[in-house]
């Protein structure tokens, strides 16, 4: 064989390599995907599971009662606000509807049932993980790059327990609570839209919404709403504490991403969760 | 020698692909002060994290007290690590807690203390660390020769029987690099613990360390005392002792200990046998007194006037000298015998007691906490030497000399 033959043959061995290569990149890129995601599901489990038994170490009872305070007081204002414009949005266009069947004394029904089932839950948990959650990333990332929490292990403080335990459980305390100011402060929202400014009776919406809701949808609502906190809490939490392992970013920029990431992944999960837990529910 | 309290046996450590500590093999002995020199980025700080346990190696064993980390229980783990401390190359503080939170924050989350317990001993590290002023302030709004004392007082707040400093005096001006070495060194003999640093300060850190070790090409290349290193024949002197030991030490703007025998050797050697020079030792005794009646900085301030005095007065005459210790200068002076000496000696103790006693006094006074009055001595040694006889014993018949000049009082 010459020389020449010789080069040919690498030259075309190559070529059939890159094709190989081409052909097999998509599902390398999806295999290297699936990796890391049932990585990232694994560690964060056990992320869950090691923050919820550290809930129970001495002095938590002061961390908890500030976390709710942060996650939970500091957000009744926006929640509020947030809320009473959905009630009379959702008064409104309802009102609108329902005139024309005639059947404008069912929007009490209309705004209660939606509020109490899956607008109150879903949209308290996206507002606090914009609020709360988003802080909560921040937070921890900026602690982690500037060395904080490896502070806190050398002075033998369990960085788990003092950092992640107290914002889980001060999300399942404030979740509901803020879910339930959401449903009532959106009812009246609904109230003043449709019965104050579009002239609905007002005695018939409080029936309605009286005679439509049952205990289970409240606690339906509850469900939800404790579903979501840990959702989000956990979601928010991961991803500031472990900013610095990011491949796609360092330092600052891994904190602005981490908390980019808390955020969307935050409220897509929470969607999904909403779904999976209605069709269980229902 | 006993068992190390520290031991690394083939220690290796990689990030990707690129190995930062290579087979290392180092022991750090109980009760001493051990410190680590190297160049920037050549792994120091990766090497003191393994010892608290914030790193794991790839390769190799660690042995605490002769019993290898990595086959101890989660129970003699928490054991070895109780007694340690680590103070943080850049601080680590809690940015959303003040001053005195972040002193107390081990004791109030380790420890059962009561409030006033805590808050006695907090208040005694923050007093001890000259930070009364913060207390309640952030770190944001403290500078960052504070923030490396509250990093400080936090590392001490324990009692630690192992502390291990990261490059504690980084962004200090002189006087203070030297009062936290001192100060480290204080509390090393007081309290008797296990210090572990890694410095850039040399020779500074010489004065205050029992061994020292010198990371070179991710390896050990030495351990031993400062002495020693100087006895020391190897690349990493030339290229780590020299580029980062200054021609001057920075507090006293003296020789370093090396560069004054360099130019003792090309200054004096080359001389006639018959020549003669003096040597003039100083020694100030009871700068203790002084650091526990007005502080390190005070004391640092004392041994920096004098260092400059020295440097003013025999440099005229065409002398060099150096710092030999933490309270020690020598001063060779190729130009002058005994009776001219003494005459400069009489000028330089007079200007020490105005200017010295003011310098002294005046950092005294910063303090929050001011301690009376507090007396010192300076003692010298004058002796006659010539080119055939080393340096070091014309030094040691300089020791023998000694006699007090002067005792001087200062008040705060």
Known sequence: MTLNENSQNSAEQVRGGRLVSLLTWPFATMGRGFIGWVSHMGAST???????????????????????????????????????????????QSYH?????????????????????????????????ARAGSAITAQIGIERISEQIDALDTMRIDSLGYLISPRIVASIISF????????????????????????????????????????????DGFIKAVVFAVIVALVCCYQGYFAHMREDGRGAKAVGLATTSAVVLSCVLVLIADYIVTSLLI | MDTPLIEFKDVTKRFGSRTVLDRVNLQIYEGQVTTIIGLSGSGKSVLIKHIIGLLKPNEGR????????????????????????????????????????????????????????????????????????????????????????????????TDPRIVLFDEPTSGQDPVRKNAILG????????????????????????FISNRILALYQ????????????????HPFKDEVIQSLEGLQQELTSLYSKRQFKVRYYAQLKRETPEKTYVVALFTLEG????????????????????????????????????????????????????????????????????QGIQDISARALRRAASGGCVEFTIRVGLAQGQPISGIDAIVESAKKQQKEVARLRCDS
């Open chain 1, 46 to 92: 056990i992320f869950l599971c090691l923050a919820c038994l550290k809930v129970f170490r001495p002095k938590q009872l002061p961390k908890i009662i500030e976390q709710v305070y942060y996650i939970g007081a500091s957000s009744v204002l926006i929640i509020i606000l947030v809320s009473f414009f959905t009630g009379m949005v959702l008064g409104l």
């Open chain 1, 97 to 129: 509807a329902l005139v024309q069947f005639g059947a404008q004394g069912s929007l009490g029904t209309l705004v209660a049932l939606s509020l109490v089932r899956e607008l109150g839950p879903v949209l308290t948990a996206i507002m606090i993980t």
């Open chain 1, 176 to 219: 509901p609570i803020l879910t339930a100011v959401f449903d009532l402060i959106g009812i009246l929202g609904g109230y003043v839209s449709g019965v104050l400014l579009l002239g609905a009776n007002p005695g018939a919406y409080f029936y309605r919404v009286q005679d439509s809701l049952d205990f289970k949808d409240v606690t």
């Open chain 2, 62 to 157: 660690i042995l605490f007290r002769g019993k290898p980390l990595n086959e101890m229980d989660k129970d003699e783990m928490d054991e070895c690590r109780a007694g340690m401390s680590y103070m943080f190359q850049d601080n680590a503080l809690f940015d959303s807690m003040s001053v005195y939170e972040n002193v107390a924050l081990p004791l109030r989350e380790t420890t059962n203390l009561d409030k006033a317990e805590i808050d006695r001993r907090v208040m005694a590290r923050i007093e001890q660390t000259e930070l009364g002023d913060a207390i309640h302030k952030y770190p944001s709004e403290i500078s960052g020769g504070m923030q490396k004392r509250v990093a400080l007082a936090r590392a001490l707040v």
């Open chain 2, 183 to 206: 100060r480290i060194a204080e509390y090393q003999r007081r309290f008797g613990f296990t210090a572990i640093l890694v410095s850039h300060e040399i020779p500074d850190v010489y």
């Open chain 2, 218 to 233: 991710q390896k050990i290349v030495f351990q031993g005392t400062p002495e020693e290193l100087e006895q020391f024949e």
């Open chain 2, 287 to 354: 700068m203790g007194d002084v650091i526990a009646a007005l502080g390190h900085e005070a004391a640092q301030e004392g041994i920096r006037c004098m260092g400059t005095l020295i440097d003013r007065h025999f440099g005229a005459v065409g002398g060099f000298s150096a710092r030999l210790g933490m309270n020690e200068f020598v001063t060779v002076l190729p130009y002058a015998d005994l009776a001219e000496a003494g005459d400069i000696l009489k000028d330089l103790i007079e200007d020490f007691k105005g």
